[in-house]
């Protein structure tokens, strides 16, 4: 078959681009290393030096806007399929990429005392690592990017892409630097979101809040806890509930009081069916925590040296800090001047099923509203999905043209004793069938990270999937809701949309994954859950 030209045209231009590297290379290295300064930006702690202005480059192969998750799993995937890459990430974050889950997890347990330097931190299995993917040794100077004899990746940290021209295959920053690109990800994630109550209320209550997603966040917060008597957490969803049995843990040794409040019935109302809701909320108040259900905030003021929050239905609340954790914003400030879409529904970047908005510009992560081959049109803010989106836009970046089609996974620890995963589409407002066990000691996060070795779940959590998932016809009755009171040690809850199952959580089962993925692309009905149950081996001991 003959080659095609844009094939041929692509190679000789990519030959002319490293001759011409190669060139620039020889000729310029000497002066380089006579006029360059030791470089100390992004390469000393991890942080940018205030200050420090490093030569960019004018024109980079592959630029990435935005310096977390997605960004960092994109880069890596890049350079895998093509060892020479230039990749140049842009990171408004002066520090340079790290995962954000310890952040809500894992940190607050640990017994360093300088743990909000070293961001070291043990997972629940005894091991340590540190937050930050990769040590500032991985990273090549931003200034040497395009001199480098076989490319690297490069972090431009504490800056901002404000303008994009999608015509020109150029961006500009805000201090006015003009960088053009072959391949753009934009991967700038998405802001924490407001309450308007708090919005309306003035700088002395926006003095004593926090909106919690970044290092600093976490720094701030835990400076916070040692200084206060009193922090309100609101908010019931994933990081609400993690922060405040992270909190409620300090609330017995420092006498700190801790309070949860949201407008649905239970924590995690929104994703886990009403009768496990009320047991994690029940689980959170056993780690210390008040927790107030049905509970929606009106006014926040303050008197004297305190806060006030107000409740709709007449309650008050007295405390020192307010901790908002009520969902995130998608970042799509760049969709103006791109002339990009933004999706109306979930928001976000509308792209296909590649991650493809325009044909040299991809989008992953938090901001990325994709189209799932399985499971339709969504937007997904967890950790995994920046994994396994930032992954595959980087293999579209060098030609592999895959769909989304890998379900990412997210889990949720309500410390080391009590977690879940799940995949797929969880929404209480669908219709579940849970199937229950007793626990057993090795049913725990603690447990699960000493067989994997890791605490960052998805790490352990490869694009698996069993290869065949066989159920025999049941004859079974249909499951029932546990009665109340009942201890839900372990089970699965499976989600159903026209009696099809689209979303599954793990109760306390862990490394099961593959087998949840594999149920869901099927897709297939059906007769008997309690079969399928039996898949993930829950009986046993």
């Known amino acids: 078959m003959d080659t095609p030209f844009s094939e041929v045209y692509k190679t000789l231009r990519e030959n002319k681009e490293r001759f011409t590297s190669r060139v620039t290379t020889i000729t310029t290295r000497s002066q380089e290393k006579e006029s360059s300064p030791p470089d100390t930006d992004a390469a000393a702690q991890g942080k940018a030096a205030p200050g420090a202005q490093p030569e960019v480059p004018s024109h980079v192969p592959f630029l990435l806007i935005g310096g977390g998750t997605a960004a960092f799993a994109a880069a890596r995937s890049i350079r895998a399929r093509d060892p020479g890459a230039r990749v140049l990430i842009v990171s408004e974050d002066p520090a340079l990429p790290y995962m954000r889950p310890p952040l809500s997890k894992e940190l607050w347990f640990s017994d360093d005392p300088n743990v909000t330097e070293t961001l070291r931190f043990r997972q629940w299995n005894g091991k340590e690592r540190s937050i930050y993917f990769q040590p500032p040794s991985f990273y090549v100077p931003v200034r040497d990017l395009p001199y480098v004899e076989n490319g690297g990746v490069a972090v431009l940290c504490g800056k901002k892409v404000v303008h994009m021209d999608v015509r020109g295959s150029t961006v500009k920053l805000s201090d006015g630097t003009q960088i053009s690109y072959d391949k753009c990800l934009i991967a700038t994630g998405g802001s924490p979101r407001n309450l308007p109550a708090i919005e309306r209320a003035g700088k002395d209550v926006q003095q004593r809040l926090t909106l919690f997603r ?124 791109a002339g990009l879409e933004v999706d109306s529904d979930f928001g976000g970047f509308r792209v296909n099923a590649e991650l493809q908005a325009r044909s040299n510009i991809w989008v992953a992560g938090d901001a990325a509203c994709f189209y799932d081959i399985k499971l339709g049109r969504r937007r997904v803010e967890h950790h995994d999905h920046a994994v396994v989106s930032g992954r595959l836009a980087g293999e579209n970046m060098t030609g592999a043209a895959k769909p989304y089609w890998h379900q990412s996974m997210f889990w949720s620890d309500l410390g080391p004793n009590v977690g879940y995963e799940a995949i797929g589409l969880v929404d209480s407002s669908l ?103 039996k898949l993930f081996n829950i009986h046993e001991d």
Request: positive net charge; proline residues 5%; glycine residues 10%.
């Open 214 to 337: 970044k290092i600093e966040d976490y720094k701030k917060l835990e400076k916070i806890s040692r200084e206060v008597k009193s922090i309100t957490i609101i908010g019931g969803g994933f990081l609400g509930s993690e922060l405040a049995c992270a909190l409620g843990r300090r609330a017995r040794s420092r006498g700190l009081e801790v309070i949860q409040l949201f407008p649905e019935n239970g924590n995690m109302g929104k994703v886990l069916p009403e009768y496990l809701s009320n047991w994690t909320t029940e689980k959170v108040r056993r780690e210390g925590v008040n927790v107030m259900p049905n509970a929606v905030v009106k006014s926040v003021s303050v008197s004297g040296k305190r806060l006030v929050i107000k409740l709709k239905d007449g309650r008050k609340v007295e405390t020192d800090h307010i901790v908002a954790a009520v969902g995130l914003e998608p970042n799509v400030e760049l969709a103006k001047s």
């Open 431 to 533: 219709p579940t069938v849970g199937v229950f066990a007793k626990a057993t000691a090795k049913d725990t996060p603690k447990s699960a990270t000493e067989q994997s070795g890791t605490g960052i779940r998805s790490e352990s959590e490869t694009e698996a999937e069993a290869s065949e998932v066989h159920v025999s016809p049941g004859s079974s009755p249909a499951p029932q809701v546990p009665k109340q009171g009942e201890d839900y040690g372990k089970g699965v809850i499976f989600y159903l949309r026209d009696k099809v199952v689209v979303g599954i959580v793990l109760w306390n089962i862990f490394n099961r994954m593959p087998i949840a993925r594999k149920i869901i692309k099927d897709g297939e009905e059906h007769e008997d859950l309690n079969e399928v149950a």
